[in-house]
């Protein structure tokens, strides 16, 4: 029997507090070489619109099994969310379907969870001013998981859709600062979050006050860049992985392309910083950035935490497929 798991199921089972520590241990796994996953296989589709398949397998514990995942850039005026995704456990003995799971919401989560992540082992102790640019869903998520890091004295938020920007603030359950350009809403910002759907970038070098931590969860491809190439150039930069970061991110790959910087200047992956194997900082006045791309290691911890608390007893259910 294989148990299926809706997203209003995936909401009750996985607390962010809890996510942001299962993907401190993900990450760690994953760079201490403990996770067999590829560098995922894209299928485009066209301008905005693409299908990836994110398989995966952890060694211990052992956990099997890949998320699918279409991303259209359509689906926004359509009302509908531009990530759509699936789930699939394996018993890592028999292979045999154990569950199959909503990948929307785990998406969104956990890409939420493993920035707040960077911002605890790489923002300053001291960073009270929170700037996030984009006003949608991953907007929305890492507001709710940066808010358990730390008490915000301001958060601030930027789009280029004002009516989006005001929904933001009033459905807020802390209070925010519109902001009328993404300047504004960077400048003297301790960390800022860049989660647009902009293929160019979003932010310049010069907004970026010393000390400041940054966080691009946009611009997944190597066409796109979400982030000013010389405020790339002169951070201390950190990625979920650098194979995937060498070959689909546009902030990455276009800067070395261009001469900006070499591979060497990825000082470290995430899961080297968690458990102290590569300082986040190494000074206040330092800038960092953490590029985050997501991995299928992300996806597959949260769907196993979901899983083994999902009993039959509470009432979820199986299905026969």
């Known amino acids: ?50 299908f990836a398949a994110m398989p995966g397998f952890v060694r211990d514990p052992a956990v099997l099994g890949a998320k699918l995942v279409a991303v259209i850039g359509a689906n926004q005026a359509r009302g509908l969310p531009t990530h759509q995704a699936s789930i699939l456990l394996l018993d890592p003995e028999t292979g045999a379907l154990l569950a199959l799971m909503d990948g929307r919401l785990i998406t969104e989560m956990r890409t939420a969870a493993v920035s707040a ?8 102790p001291d960073a009270a001013v929170l700037a996030i640019l984009g006003s949608g869903v991953q907007a929305r998520s890492h507001l709710a998981a940066f808010r358990l890091l730390r008490a915000f ?24 600062r519109p902001c009328q350009n993404a300047r504004d809403a960077v400048w003297e910002a301790d960390i800022v979050v860049l989660a647009t759907a902009s293929s160019t970038p979003v932010i310049e070098d010069s907004w970026v006050k010393p000390g400041s931590h940054v966080v691009s969860v946009g611009a997944c491809r190597p066409n796109q860049r979400e982030m000013d190439p010389a405020l790339v150039a002169r951070a ?13 991110s546009g902030d990455i790959v276009l800067g070395i392309r261009e001469g900006q910087f070499a591979e060497s200047h990825v000082v470290a992956e995430l899961g080297e910083v968690v458990p102290g ?36 007893e509470a009432g979820y259910r199986y299905c026969n497929l």
Not at 236 to 248: G, N
Not at 285 to 309: M, N, P
């Open 1 to 50: 029997m294989t148990l299926c798991l809706s997203e209003a199921d995936i909401r009750a089972l996985l607390p962010m507090s809890d996510l942001i520590t299962a993907m401190e241990g993900a990450l760690a796994a994953f760079s201490a070489g403990r996770v067999v996953q590829p560098v995922r296989p894209v299928v485009e589709m066209g301008d905005s619109a693409f």
């Open 117 to 124: 992540v960077s911002a605890k082992y790489m923002a300053r």
């Open 153 to 176: 004295t301001e958060v601030r938020v930027w789009s280029p859709t004002p009516d989006h920007v005001r929904r933001f603030a009033a459905e807020s359950p802390v209070p925010v």
């Open 236 to 248: 201390r930069l950190v990625v979920d992985s650098r194979a995937s970061a060498f070959q689909e």
């Open 277 to 312: 194997a590569v300082p986040g900082r190494t000074s206040d006045s330092q800038i960092t950035v953490f590029k985050s791309l997501g991995l299928a290691v992300e996806d597959l911890v949260a769907a196993h935490l979901a899983y083994q608390r999902a009993r039959p």
